[in-house]
């Protein structure tokens, strides 16, 4: 059926590190592939976005890559800091009007 | 900037009675959703809503559960007969191009069945 899985669930990496967050998706027809950053009792919140006829998309030590053929997007997170600490989501369009999410990664940023 | 807001921001009510969730998305968004997130759990998608009438539901999104443009500003989620497992927090969002565009989030409703 129609679904986004992300991994993994719980991500721990030490500050100045780099984080990988991974997602797939069902629908070949998908074209729109947000990323969200939920704090703790706050709403989601857009942090990148790509649209299926990119391969990447870069802001600062934030990145996004797609690979439509596999089905799977990727976010990258360079030179970790403390404020990176969140749950990340990962979103497709999927099926019409609708943006499926994953299941969330826990990002622990260590000191 | 331009936000969208939810009301109430948390609602106690106990299994069997009605909750009304209201949401008041950005005034120039076409596309209105809404998602319901468990405590520590994803986002789930509930519905969406364009042009006056639903456009996609999810399975969640069964008969005890309603949504409504009553006037040109507010859209709300009606649950007619709460159950525990209603219990969790409640996003409206809104989007100005379908399926390409940013949802925009509002700060959610947490509803606590009793």
């Known amino acids: 059926g129609e679904n986004v899985e992300q991994h993994p669930s719980t991500l721990s990496v030490q500050e100045g590190d780099s984080a990988v967050i991974k997602c797939t998706y069902s629908d070949s027809a998908s074209n729109y592939f947000p990323w969200y950053k939920q704090e703790l009792g706050k709403r989601p919140q857009l942090i990148i976005d790509i649209r299926s006829n990119v391969g990447e998309k870069k802001d600062q030590r934030i990145a996004v890559t797609l690979n439509k053929t596999a089905k799977h997007f990727s976010l990258h997170i360079t030179e970790t800091q403390p404020e990176d600490s969140a749950v990340y989501f990962c979103?497709?369009?999927?099926?019409?009007?609708?943006?499926?999410f994953g299941k969330g990664t826990r990002l622990h940023i260590l000191p | 900037e331009p936000e969208v807001t939810q009301t109430p921001s948390h609602q106690v009510t106990q299994m069997g009675q009605e909750v009304i969730l209201r949401c008041v998305p950005i005034?120039?968004?076409?596309?209105f959703y809404w998602y319901r997130q468990i405590l520590g759990q994803k986002v789930e998608f509930l519905v969406s809503?364009?042009?006056?009438?639903?456009?996609?539901k999810s399975e969640i999104f069964d008969d005890q559960f309603s949504v409504e443009r009553p006037d040109g500003s507010n859209f709300t989620l009606k649950i007619r007969s709460t159950k525990l497992e209603d219990s969790a927090m409640y996003f409206c969002a809104s989007q100005d191009i379908a399926n390409t565009g940013e949802l925009f989030f509002g700060e959610g409703s947490r509803l606590t069945v009793l």
């Open positions: 005034s120039n968004h076409l596309y």
């Open positions: 979103a497709a369009t999927l099926g019409g009007d609708k943006i499926i």
């Open positions: 809503f364009y042009n006056n009438e639903i456009s996609e």
